[in-house]
Nanobody, 131 residues
Framework: LVQLVESGGDSVEAGGSLTLSCVASGYVFSTSQMGWFRQVSGKEREAVSATYTGNGRTYYADSVKGRFTVSQDDPKATLYLKLTNLKPEDTAMYYC????????????????????????WGQGTQVTVSS
């Protein structure tokens, strides 16, 4: 059974930083497509980042480039998202997603960031940024 468990969400002031974690289980973490997405209540879920864990290749949404960074710890089967220089508009529920056992080598970056490409989702962790 594939499970993704996010943690690390918190309330912070603008300009602050957080690191979110996504602990994966039930599949081979080190060769999978994984993504971070976020959603504000009442709005559509949007992509934050997409990563192939086999080589660390990562794409970021334009809104977070230069501020958010993905990293991974294979022995811990954990994907991290470091959020820096946070803005009030970053306030959202952040979700981890995975499609195990695939490498979208020839797939466009825009498709890596497409939520329909992911088959498994975590329950989310809330990030709130105050001004």
């Amino acid at each position: 059974l594939v499970q993704l468990v996010e943690s690390g969400g918190d309330s912070v002031e603008a300009g602050g930083s957080l690191t979110l974690s996504c602990v994966a289980s039930g599949y081979v973490f080190s060769t999978s497509q994984m993504g971070w997405f976020r959603q504000v209540s009442g709005k559509e879920r949007e992509a934050v980042s997409a990563t192939y864990t086999g080589n660390g290749r990562t794409y970021y949404a334009d809104s977070v480039k230069g501020r958010f960074t993905v990293s991974q710890d294979d022995p811990k089967a954990t994907l991290y998202l470091k959020l820096t220089n946070l803005k009030p508009e970053d306030t959202a529920m952040y979700y981890c997603a995975a499609t195990p056992g695939q490498y979208w080598r020839s797939v466009r970056a825009t498709d890596w960031l497409n939520q329909t490409m992911y088959g498994h989702w975590g329950q989310g962790t809330q990030v709130t940024v105050s001004s």
